[in-house]
């Protein structure tokens, strides 16, 4: 049996798409389900685009989601190098091969004029200087005029494209440098790439580059062409719908394990009801089969959700780390056990790593007055005079416990005719600066009876 090798190749121009990120995640899905071998390979050949910034970023994003490549321009291989700015040597090798078989041509026709078949200058087998001085050059494949090209897709099954529809493609530049379809062939090839997983979008990329295989005499890799992620509207996830980069996901807040397990259920099911998944409980039930066939919509809320659920798996001493290195951001200095405490009463209530602050920073750091006493004349005007009468019962509470705490101040509220939110909103204000804090009482309690009285007294 064929070992799986499969590769994620992005072209380093920005941040890594949702999109990508799942054909990230799929290929190495693939990969530990098959004992086989994820490769990250860039694909940086466009200079103008391509940055080493952006290749960095690629690779340190890629280990936050915890998609570690078994080789990759961090890590190398047998298979090096794994940047397609560094594989030049090998690509001219190849190039000079299929010029020498007449496999390919140099042609000066402008560039967007052919629009399929170079019939002026497909057999002319001008030499590279004899093109350039007729115009500016380009070296293309000469393909066959009437053939079928079979897509054998592991997904979707056979797909047929004829290669009229395909015509006499560039695959270099006149500096030597191949394009896309060729460079990508070449790596792939050298590489011992078994499986190409990606997006349906390239579909006739993949009927380009099978007739480049067949040409070379090289083995075809078996295909599966995803389909696409589409936005809650139905068009094809991108700009339009907002920053959907991994990168600003990361920055809103969500973890790794949150991003990963709604990717997979973009197109894959473990065929029940189940949706909250390790990245490791997937990778031993992934199959190709069990992917869909149909495009998915993406919904940010549906994203808030996981990420809710997979903060309240984590354990206390993780959840702890986080907290303590959130707050330290901040410069805010809080006791480690304080936190630990405080983690029973706030982490089912977390949504993002970035509800932390606000919900849990005011414990160890006061709010500033003039700013809370904003948040309080924005909410209710009335809310200065219900707690001026609240400081009162507040301040005759001798045993301070969340039972006593709570039984007192809701008799209160009770006899004052209150509605909750009138009294407890203002409340969670005066003492938090905010409208996010953990349950009234629960709160009241952690922060103490002085700390408590001092705050709302400063506030009103």
Same mark, same amino acid.
Do not use: C, Y
């Given at each position: 049996m064929t070992s799986v090798r499969v590769r994620f190749a992005p072209s380093p121009s920005g941040n890594l798409h949702l999109g990508n990120a799942r054909t990230a995640l799929f290929n190495w899905l693939f990969a530990k389900s098959n004992n086989g071998k994820f490769i990250l390979r860039i694909e940086d050949t466009d200079t103008e685009r391509s940055s080493e910034k952006h290749s960095q970023a690629l690779m340190d994003i890629l280990e936050w989601l915890d998609l570690k490549p078994d080789e990759s321009p961090r890590y190398e291989g047998a298979y090096k190098p794994y940047k397609q700015s560094e594989r030049n040597h090998i690509y001219s090798e190849v190039i000079k091969k299929m010029i020498l078989e007449k496999k390919a041509f140099w042609s000066p026709a402008e560039m967007g004029k052919v629009k399929r078949f170079d019939e002026e200058w497909r057999d002319a087998n001008l030499s590279k200087e004899e093109a350039e001085k007729i115009g500016p050059s380009a070296l293309r494949f000469k393909s066959a005029k009437a053939d079928r090209i079979e897509i054998n897709d592991l997904l979707k099954g056979k797909i047929k494209v004829n290669t009229k529809q395909i015509g006499d493609f560039v695959i270099s530049r006149s500096d030597m440098k191949p394009l896309y379809n060729f460079a990508c062939v070449i790596d792939d090839h050298s590489m011992?790439?078994?499986?190409? *997983? #990606?997006?349906e979008d390239h579909l006739t990329n993949t009927a380009k580059q099978i007739q480049l295989y067949k040409i070379l005499g090289w083995k075809i890799p078996e295909f599966i062409h995803l389909p696409l992620v589409m936005g809650p509207d139905g068009s094809p996830l991108s700009k339009r719908h907002g %920053?959907?980069?991994?990168?600003? /996901?990361?920055?809103?807040? /969500?973890? @790794?394990? &949150?991003?990963?397990?709604?990717?997979? !259920?973009?197109?894959?099911?473990?065929? =029940? %009801?189940?949706?909250?998944?390790?990245?490791?409980?997937?990778?031993?039930?992934?199959?190709?089969?069990?992917? $869909? *066939?149909? @495009?998915?919509?993406?919904f940010p809320k549906k994203l808030n959700w996981f990420n809710g659920q997979h903060i309240r798996k984590l354990s206390k001493e993780k959840l702890q780390i986080i907290i303590i290195k959130k707050l330290e951001e901040k410069n805010i200095k809080a006791e480690r056990k304080v936190i630990? %405490?405080?983690? =029973? *009463?706030?982490?089912? #209530?977390? #949504? &993002?790593? $970035? %509800?932390?602050? @606000? !919900?849990?920073?005011? /414990?160890?750091?006061?709010?500033?007055?003039?700013?809370?006493?904003? $948040?309080?004349? $924005? /909410? =209710?005007?009335?809310?200065?005079?219900r707690l001026q009468n609240l400081i009162k019962e507040i301040e005759k509470i001798d045993e301070w416990t969340e039972k006593e705490i709570e039984t007192r101040l809701e008799s209160w509220r009770l006899e004052k005719n209150y509605q909750p939110k009138e009294i407890w909103q203002p409340l969670r204000i005066a003492i938090s600066g905010g409208k996010i804090s953990p349950p009234i009482f629960e709160t009241l309690y952690f922060l103490g009876k002085e700390e408590t009285v001092t705050r709302i007294k400063d506030i009103i």
């Open positions: 011992k790439i078994s499986h190409v *997983i #990606r997006g %920053d959907v980069s991994v990168e600003k /996901f990361k920055e809103q807040g /969500f973890l @790794p394990e &949150s991003i990963i397990n709604a990717l997979a !259920m973009l197109g894959w099911g473990p065929g =029940d %009801d189940k949706e909250i998944f390790s990245k490791e409980e997937i990778s031993k039930l992934f199959e190709i089969k069990k992917l $869909n *066939i149909s @495009p998915s919509k993406f630990f %405490d405080l983690i =029973d *009463i706030t982490q089912e #209530r977390l #949504r &993002s790593l $970035n %509800d932390i602050v @606000p !919900m849990i920073g005011f /414990f160890f750091k006061k709010p500033e007055t003039k700013k809370t006493k904003e $948040n309080l004349k $924005n /909410f =209710d005007l009335n809310s200065l005079k």
